[in-house]
């Protein structure tokens, strides 16, 4: 299995504490998501975000839908997260979160793992694709966040 990556920084203008708990809260995980993906969270609400819980979710890709369920793996409370796939259309997924303060803002740092399935076969016909379309979910989510915290 050969994974790959994407990693993606960004520094937004507004305290650690108010952008974790931003991104502690699963249900924003629906305006971090691209509206054609369809993205609808399907764990009931309020969601208790630590080590062990829980998401699952319905979105579509390319028309195709696809259910996710995805467990957080480590909780480390107004610093990061990582959550791994446990159901899904990778054969393997893992998305650490951190945060850390810069000055008077906060630097947000995403890095995805993953690998895809059909081994070599999957990534010779895939995974061009798949670097194009997890770019283009990233660099949207980067916008919302400018966005959100100025």
Known sequence: MRTQFLERRQVV?????????FFSRASNLELLTPRSLSFRLITPEPI???????????????GLPLH??????????GHGFVDRQLRGPYRFWLHRHGFEAVGSGTEVRDRVE??????????????PFVRRDLARIFDYRRQVVAERFG
């Open 68 to 77: 996710w369920v995805s467990r957080i793996e480590n909780w480390e409370d």
């Open 13 to 21: 203008a507004r305290p650690l504490d108010e952008v974790f708990e």
């Open 48 to 62: 208790e975000m630590r080590t062990g819980t829980l998401i699952e979710y319905r979105l579509r890709v390319h």
């Open 114 to 127: 993953y690998a895809l399935p059909l081994g070599v076969a999957g990534e010779i016909v895939a995974l």
